[in-house]
């Protein structure tokens, strides 16, 4: 029996994925699809999302919800960032500082490894904010979001991560079955269908990455 593996999920309400059962919330899938693919380790995927989240605001409860379960692996994203709120908008600056502070935090602490996340699409024309004047001056809800995901792109590049790229996934979905499919009524949160293919993705990404990591343990 290989050593147990500690899994987390870290982020706002993408990974909570409040709005579906627990069975149907993508950790849990990750976390059925990792016991299948690898039956003589024993895994554990925490879900540490928390809707509404920033960076920065996850950054606040990092302690308390990730590094005490010293993690072999974990798994972040946040698209809360582009809120138009002042107090808690994250400029582009802080967003690629925060993720570097999870990276070197879960590294220095756990000798953990990370994975970011990009964002899903957001659906325009569902999206309650989308008449906001901020919102607007960036160009919609998804165009808001779109800088965050292109700067989570280049920060796994510039630390040599494997990235998850759960974004180019659920819009692949999209195009075959339509936005209504992946995405629920508000144009933000995810279907089960759409929880599947995240689960698809990250699993395709972390398997990877546990294999190098069970050779070399």
Not at 194 to 205: F, L, P
């Amino acid at each position: 029996m290989k050593p147990p593996i500690t899994i987390v999920a870290f982020g706002d309400s993408i990974t909570a994925a409040g709005e579906q059962t627990p069975a149907a919330r993508w950790p849990t899938i990750l976390w059925q699809m990792l016991q299948e693919r690898f039956p003589d380790c024993v895994i554990e995927v925490i879900n540490a999302g928390v809707g509404g989240n920033t960076s920065r605001e996850g950054l606040r409860r990092i302690e308390s919800d990730v590094l005490r379960h010293a993690p072999h692996f974990v798994l972040f994203e946040f698209g809360n960032d582009s809120t138009y709120e002042p107090d808690r908008h994250v400029d582009f600056a802080e967003f690629i500082a925060n993720l570097n502070q999870i990276r070197i935090q879960v590294t220095q602490r756990c000798n953990g490894r990370v994975i970011p996340l990009t964002f899903p699409p957001l659906v325009d024309e569902w999206n309650q904010f989308r008449d906001h004047e901020f919102i607007r001056q960036n160009g919609g809800p998804d165009a808001s979001m779109e800088k965050y995901r292109q700067l989570t792109r280049q920060f796994a590049r510039e630390h040599a991560l494997p990235l998850a790229d759960v974004d180019n996934a659920v819009r692949a979905e999209m195009t075959l079955a339509g936005p209504a499919a992946v995405i629920l009524p508000d144009g933000v949160h995810l279907t089960a269908r759409g929880n599947q293919v995240v689960a698809d993705c990250v699993g395709a990404v972390l398997s990877g990455e546990l294999e190098k990591y069970l050779r070399a343990a």
